[in-house]
């Protein structure tokens, strides 16, 4: 599998485990990734440091590829703006220029908009 998350565009890595009894070095790896609570996710860019990383708290997180229809769904429900405000059409059309949710999926997929 490790390969096959290597090539991958974009990986998920979702928190499923909290701080109790978490080694402190294996606390700090969580932050880096910015996974604070359980069920957060980050979606990620794979490169050798960030599979590292998360292989490293494999143990607190569950981690995989992420296709472009999930990625679109997961920033319609699940998406948020500073402020906890949720991500809708309007915001993206309004200040990215872009169409909407769907069209700011797929050129994150795409490797046009950086997310980290």
């Known amino acids: 599998m490790e390969t096959c998350i290597k090539m991958s565009k974009l ?3 979702i928190r499923i485990r909290g701080t109790v009894g978490v080694p402190k070095e294996d606390e ?4 880096m990734l910015r ?3 359980p069920n957060h996710m980050r979606i990620l860019k794979p490169n050798p440091s960030i599979i590292g ?3 490293k708290v494999e143990k607190y997180v569950t981690w995989g590829e992420i296709d472009l229809e999930t990625l679109e769904l997961v920033l319609k429900k699940r998406g ?3 402020g906890n405000r949720k991500l809708t059409d309007e915001y993206v059309k309004e200040k990215l220029g872009l169409n909407g ?3 700011l999926a797929e050129k994150i997929f795409n490797g046009e908009i950086d997310i980290n």
């Open 28 to 31: 700090d790896t969580l932050k």
């Open 80 to 82: 948020r703006l500073m």
């Open 11 to 13: 990986i998920a890595v």
């Open 53 to 55: 990383m998360v292989k």
């Open 35 to 37: 996974l604070n609570k």
């Open 101 to 103: 949710i769907k069209e």
